[in-house]
């Protein structure tokens, strides 16, 4: 089973094989990335840094699906659940934003 690590520094993430630890892609984004988390499917991964916002980016392309700006301070975390359908993102402004992957499920929360 092959498998993609993300790795941030800077403005990049940059991917890699976990199995030979090959440099598959770099991507740049707008602002220097504190924190990356891959879907499970491996088509994209979502990002946040400095900016305050929150990316979803191809990871074939490299062009961002889809970005966000709800937090008032920089984003240092963020992580998919572990079905991949919702993603938590964590910032310096003391909150904790969910986000859907797919808008239209009902989560009880």
């Known amino acids: 089973s092959s498998g993609i690590n993300a790795e ?5 993430v940059a991917l890699h094989d976990v199995t030979t630890f090959d440099l598959l892609r770099t991507h740049s ?16 991964f979502v990002c946040g840094g400095e900016d305050m916002y929150v990316y979803k ?13 709800k937090h008032f301070g920089p984003v240092h975390c963020i992580r998919y ?3 991949g359908e919702l993603y938590a993102s964590g910032s310096e402004d003391g909150t ?4 859907q992957d797919s ?3 009902t989560y009880g929360l």
Do not use: F
């Not at 984004?29 to 994209?44: E, G, I, K, T």
């Not at 904790?96 to 986000?99: A, G, P, S, T």
């Open 8 to 12: 941030y520094g800077g403005n990049n």
């Open 29 to 44: 984004l707008p602002c220097v990335v504190n924190s990356a988390s891959l879907h499970l499917d491996q088509r994209y």
């Open 103 to 105: 808008v239209g499920k």
């Open 81 to 83: 659940s572990p079905d």
């Open 57 to 69: 980016v191809s990871i074939e392309t490299g062009r961002i699906m889809e970005s966000y700006k």
């Open 96 to 99: 904790i934003r969910l986000w």
